[in-house]
């Protein structure tokens, strides 16, 4: 599993079937973001928002080489 710099294994799993759903349903970066801010309002993956999470989904998802 890749690391997403989320805090805990759990948060990595959860941001794991995030980028594995969004490339599945082909998900442009706008609705990505939305569902990282959906995930943050969990207790346990209030980071999902954080720079560092979402510039690795965004690289994950190559919306960098686009």
């Known amino acids: 599993m890749k690391d997403y710099a989320m805090f805990t294994d759990a948060g990595n799993q ?15 970066w ?9 995930l943050s309002r969990r207790p346990a993956f209030a980071e999902a928002t954080d ?3 979402r510039e690795s989904v965004y690289c994950a998802l190559e919306f960098d080489r686009k």
């Open 14 to 28: 959860a941001i794991d079937g995030l980028v594995t759903s969004a490339r599945a349903l082909e998900l442009e």
């Open 30 to 38: 706008p609705a990505v973001e939305f569902a990282l801010q959906v």
């Open 51 to 53: 720079t560092a999470v």
